[in-house]
């Protein structure tokens, strides 16, 4: 029987899910957890371009093209097709661990437009040497609004359970 090794092209399954079980990303089934996030998927489509709606089926990748988690990549060498395990990817491996530094307040002043920030609200911010940054009011006053530039699942460790389908 084949066995995955480096450069291989492979197609897999998975589930991610945080510590509470909650699902953030999968491959199998209707991806569900979309609509959980509140991201606006419905059969119309997504409000979201970038939450994963329709994104349902196995996925292909080529193992040590740094396509998806490394440790990941790393578990499926020596998996042969049909093959399951569970990987954890620690916080500061995954998306970051939460920086409190990263959460700041602004003047109203400085939003520009029509903007009625309220919390839960996404902005994008233009941080220092003009580059984007992508915050969520997490509140409000008179004066300012206080933001989070963390990403949302900054502090968390995933849990992925991962199947190798075929070796391509």
């Known amino acids: 029987m084949a066995i995955a ?3 291989d092209k492979v197609r897999i399954n998975y589930t991610g899910t945080l510590e509470d079980g909650t699902v953030i990303d999968t491959t199998i089934g209707d991806a569900g957890c979309c609509e959980d996030e509140g ?4 059969d119309d ?3 979201d371009d970038d939450c994963g709606c329709g994104e349902h089926g196995p996925m292909e990748i080529t193992i040590g093209n740094e396509d998806f988690f490394p440790q990941i990549e790393e578990a499926l060498v020596g998996m042969a097709p049909g093959e399951k395990k569970t990987i954890v990817i620690p916080a500061e491996d995954a998306f970051g661990e939460y920086d409190e530094d990263e959460v700041f ?6 939003l520009t437009g029509d903007i009625v920030p309220e ?46 389908l075929e070796i391509l």
């Open 5 to 7: 090794k480096q450069g």
């Open 105 to 110: 307040a602004i003047s109203r002043e400085q």
């Open 119 to 164: 919390v839960g609200m996404e902005l994008e911010l233009t941080g220092d040497e003009d580059e984007p940054v992508d915050v969520v009011v997490v509140e409000v006053n008179e004066t300012a609004i206080v933001v989070d530039a963390n990403h949302p699942l900054a502090g968390e460790d995933i849990t992925y359970e991962i199947e190798l």
């Open 45 to 47: 489509g997504c409000e």
């Open 39 to 42: 991201c606006g998927c419905n």
